[in-house]
């Protein structure tokens, strides 16, 4: 079953948006430092499972560690580490790649969240909010269409394993050929896939009408307003400290 | 009476010289269980489409001659008009099935046509005892048998109360079990009269139903085996 939280998925979109905003809006290390630290206080008190995220993002993390080392190298500033007089990190360069660390990890836990509830809650919570359903069923289809071409990624690689290709220790360019071999079918598959889901959706009355009805039906009970009303206060409350 | 007319049908497919279907002439009476079988790529599928209005709305082909539901030519009915008539179950239940719960999927289409709240919890309770599948209500379609997601594809085109339910080869990607447990269901089906079109290759598969037909050179006959 889907492990989901009670709360109202627009409560927890709420504070979403709220971290996400405070990670932009926010310069000020320490205060970011805090933010991160409350989106995982709030992805942990969610239940959100955060082993599996960094399972599932691990080489997007070593990424992002990439991206910030280039980051801090190529800034410029007070030198914190040179050879032969050219400053390998300076005190900005570091800033800036701490920076952007905290704003990952801002993201990532605050995206967690989110999984906790299900793609129907939340496509019902946008709907509430008078989004069309229509937009709103597109955007949860193609979020569930990410898995779906992660397995036929998968599929693929080991079907080449299997006619004897050691995909993991053959050269990069001859790696990289490989996976240009893959993006054709890998496409049309995925496509073929689409079209077939969404005339399993029209023989089934989706878009029949300008409206439909629903079976959920989400209401936010004192606790959601409770919620909703600390998140908009704690990020004016950052805000002003950021810029003070 | 006969739900489904056909008459003198001719199809093929956009830039495709020869025709998939013709002069293809059926009828279906209604609570019947027909079965269509033959070869593969013989037109089938495309026949159930041709029915269902999938073909020529959605997908585009040549087509000449009758195709009528309760008496209204098809080309003529808005899909939502059809969807209200005809369900269609395909082969692989996991491009039908997209929503996190079983309660969801089957909610789906009810809601899509404006059904209210309180009526659709009782057809999702109708659809789930009509399938065998009443305790996975809550549970995650992805975490299913394919035979349970077949059933559960089937229970979600049943909730939309159409009076004709077609089904394209949904035993195909089946284990036996779950081949047993469909078949109980469409005799079911068939006992609370349903009126029910079934393609398949597999003869099998078929068994159960009033009438096999062949669709052989794009003619459809009797089935005297193969």
């Excluded at chain 1, 360069?93 to 701490?98: D, F, I, N, P, T």
């Amino acid at each position: 079953m889907t492990r989901e939280h009670n709360l109202d998925p627009r409560t927890k979109l709420v504070i979403v948006l709220c971290l996400s905003t405070l990670g932009i809006a926010v310069n000020n290390l320490a205060l970011l430092s805090a933010i991160a630290l409350l989106s995982y206080v709030a992805a942990s008190l969610f239940r959100a499972n955060l082993k599996r995220t960094f399972r599932k993002i691990k080489s997007l993390i070593y990424m992002l560690l990439f991206i910030a080392l280039v980051q801090s190298i190529f800034t410029r500033g007070e030198p914190l580490l040179s050879a032969g007089g050219f400053a390998i990190l300076t005190v900005n360069g570091v800033e800036r790649a701490l920076q952007f660390i905290l704003r990952m990890a801002i993201v990532i836990f605050s995206a967690t969240i989110i999984g906790t509830s299900s793609s129907r809650s939340i496509i019902q919570g946008l709907v509430q909010w008078k989004l069309p359903y229509d937009i709103a069923f597109m955007a949860a289809l193609g979020i569930r269409f990410l898995p779906m071409l992660r397995e036929e990624i998968r599929d693929s690689l080991v079907a080449i394993q299997l006619r004897g290709i050691d995909i993991k220790n053959i050269p990069i360019k001859e790696r990289i050929s490989l996976y240009s071999y893959l993006f054709n079918p890998l496409l049309v598959g995925t496509l073929l896939k689409a079209e077939r889901l969404s005339i399993a959706m029209e023989m089934r009355g989706f878009r029949a009408y300008d409206k439909r009805t629903s079976y959920l039906v989400l209401k936010f009970t004192k606790l959601d307003y409770l919620i909703m009303f600390f998140s908009i206060a704690i990020t004016a409350v950052f805000l002003i400290i950021s810029y003070m | 009476m006969d739900v489904i007319e056909i008459s003198n049908l001719y199809f093929r497919y956009s830039k495709r010289e020869e025709y998939l279907l013709k002069g293809l002439s059926l009828r279906v009476r209604k609570g019947e269980l027909l079965a269509i079988t033959g070869e593969s790529g013989c037109g089938k599928s495309t026949l159930l489409s041709i029915i269902c209005g999938i073909i020529p709305h959605i997908r585009k082909g040549e087509i000449e001659g009758e195709v009528k539901l309760f008496g209204r030519e098809v080309r003529d009915m808005a899909i939502r008009d059809i969807s209200k008539e005809v369900g269609i179950v395909f082969q692989d239940p996991d491009s039908q099935i997209f929503l996190p719960t079983v309660e969801d999927e089957i909610a789906f289409g009810p809601e899509n046509l404006m059904v209210p709240r309180e009526e659709i919890g009782l057809r999702i309770e109708r659809a789930l005892k009509a399938v065998n599948m009443e305790e996975y209500r809550l549970e995650n379609p992805n975490n299913l048998s394919g035979g349970q997601k077949q059933l559960i594809a089937i229970a979600s085109v049943l909730a939309m109360e159409t009076d004709i339910l077609l089904l394209d080869e949904v035993m195909s990607q089946i284990d036996e079990d779950g081949k047993d447990k469909i078949k109980r269901t469409i005799l079911n089906l068939h006992r609370e009269g349903k009126t029910m079109v079934i393609v398949d290759h597999d003869i099998d598969n078929l068994s159960l139903a009033d009438r096999v037909l062949e669709l052989k050179s794009g003619m459809l006959r009797e089935f005297k085996g193969w």
